[in-house]
């Protein structure tokens, strides 16, 4: 099954977003094969505020005409799958990224008795920017090589952004 996965990963239609996505920390075949399949095509999404609300990663607002707009929990919508993936991602890089460790500790010093919230907003965060990464890919000119070239080598070396391996031994 791992094998299939990467197969897929480095197929043709997925190979230049799967190259930009595996690139940032945290983020390996799994998550990068999960996010790109459950999404299908990013271009559909015209901003980062479409993104995070087709992957539930925004509060509810429940609001009356008279009482004030007051924020619930996220609201859940769109894949599970694609969450959970995001959320070990997260902690991966809250883990080995010392620049998104320092935006989890801040977001986790304003609520210190919800934690949850700074994972949240970290999964929008890495959400948004493999969004960016893929779509990017897949509008640029071919500059990696051809996909069976990455298919042989895999995503074996460090993310760009911190050096970790950290998500390669995912498959």
Aim: net charge positive; aromatic share 6%; hydrophobic share 35%.
């Amino acid at each position: 099954m791992d094998q299939e996965i990467v197969k897929l990963a480095w197929s043709p239609r997925y190979a230049k977003a799967m190259l930009e996505v595996t690139k940032l920390c945290g983020v390996g075949v799994l998550t990068g094969v999960v996010f790109l399949t459950e999404l299908g095509d990013l271009s559909r999404f015209a901003n980062r505020r479409q993104i995070a609300a087709y992957l539930g990663l925004v509060p509810s607002s429940h609001e009356t005409g008279k009482s004030n707009d007051r924020k619930g929990h996220i609201t859940h919508q769109g894949s599970s799958r694609v969450r959970k993936v995001l959320c070990q991602a997260t902690w991966s890089r809250v883990r080995h990224d010392p620049d998104e460790k320092a935006v989890y500790e801040r977001i986790k010093a304003k609520n210190p008795k919800h934690k949850k919230i700074a994972v949240v907003a970290s999964m929008r965060r890495l959400s948004v920017r493999m969004w960016h990464r893929g779509q990017t890919a897949t509008t640029a000119p071919d500059e990696a090589g051809s996909p069976a070239q990455h298919a042989a080598k895999g995503p074996a070396k460090p993310c760009t952004e911190c050096g970790c391996a950290a998500g390669f031994s995912e498959v």
